[in-house]
């Protein structure tokens, strides 16, 4: 069976974790403490923005950053995403509308929360998904991140928001720990400081210390996980049919989505040898919780897009086997 995703951890990587979480449960702090804020800085300072606060997921992430601006009301999200991209503004009162996507970048661009899909980082918003852009550099104001299993960066799950707004930074530092403004390992030191104020209602949703270890550890690879995944774009470019349309370029190759009419056909025949591939997304107005019009463009997309199998343990021949596949499928 070929995955289409698969977390990627080499035996040095296992061997750094388990030394660092080691050291982690004989110092006792495995919550909230030293290893999150360290991955944080680190993460800060990789992406291109000046703060960071880790979550428990990007849902999180962007649960607390609808929270820290004022939105218009509606909020203008994208259909073509995961779900979570729309319950973040619905869960923090406000209605959603959803536009349509640009046909070639898949993006939204007149979007409020916009959704950088596939990893290709273009156009503007008040909020960023950045939940398949783990590689990419991005300084702009509230990015949302995520470290979710499948993701290039894999934690088994994690987020982070980013910003350049110190005042930003210490909101959604008080909303991920339930609205209280220094964490335990804040206020820790030769005279523990018992006492916090509250001054708003918060989430609890930041990261702890065993998420930030393995994350700390996955970062070091990152840049060069990303270029295997590129490798692999680029052999599916290769020897894919001239007939299936590639997906557009993109900075972190999180996925691989082609479109062709033949969608469904391709998918069973993959299937059928044991290959798994998927449809990202289905647009969220097919789905009862949301009642909606059709979008042109997104829906004209969906008919026809497909996610191929990309992770680090592809090799050449693999790709070529996927590749011949569809070849016979859309005949």
């Not at 503004?89 to 950088?116: K, Q, R, S, W």
């Not at 969906?302 to 199998?309: E, F």
Request: glycine content about 6%; aromatic content about 10%.
């Amino acid at each position: 069976m070929i995955q289409i995703f698969k977390p990627h951890f080499s035996n040095k990587n296992i061997n750094e974790i388990k030394r660092g979480l080691t050291s982690a449960f004989k110092s006792g702090w495995i919550g909230l403490g030293p290893k999150v804020k360290e991955f944080e800085e680190k993460w800060a300072e990789f992406v291109g923005s000046k703060y960071a606060v880790a979550t428990n997921s990007c849902t999180s992430a962007l649960d607390i950053a609808v929270r820290l601006v004022n939105l218009p009301n509606p909020v203008k999200v994208p259909a073509f995403t995961f779900i979570s991209t729309a319950l973040a503004p619905l869960n923090a009162g406000y209605n959603i509308e959803f536009v349509d996507i640009d046909e070639n970048t898949l993006n939204c661009p007149y979007a409020d929360i916009i959704t950088h899909y596939g990893g290709n980082v273009s156009g503007e918003g008040v909020i960023h998904d950045m939940a398949h852009c783990g590689g990419s550099q991005h300084k702009g104001e509230l990015s949302c991140w995520s470290f979710h299993a499948v993701k290039n960066l894999s934690c088994g799950d994690g987020g982070m928001i980013t910003m350049n707004s110190k005042k930003l930074y210490e909101k959604a530092k008080a909303l991920s720990w339930c609205g209280i403004d220094k964490s335990t390992w804040a206020r820790s030191g030769k005279k523990y400081n018992w006492d916090y104020s509250i001054k708003e209602v918060g989430l609890k949703a930041h990261m702890n210390d065993i998420t930030a270890i393995i994350g700390l550890v996955q970062l070091k690879d990152l840049v060069k996980n990303n270029k295997y995944r590129a490798k692999i774009a680029q052999l599916y470019n290769k020897y894919l049919p001239l007939e299936v349309k590639r997906p557009p370029e993109s900075e972190s190759w999180h996925l691989y989505t082609i479109r062709h009419p033949k969608r469904n056909k391709i998918i069973k025949a993959l299937a059928k040898n044991g290959i798994a591939t998927s449809v990202h997304y289905k647009p969220l107005y097919h789905y009862p919780i949301f009642e909606s019009k059709k979008l042109s463009i997104t829906e004209k997309v969906y008919r026809k897009i497909l996610t191929l199998p990309i992770h680090l343990y592809l090799k050449e021949k693999d790709i070529k086997r996927i590749c011949e596949l569809t070849k016979e499928a859309i005949k």
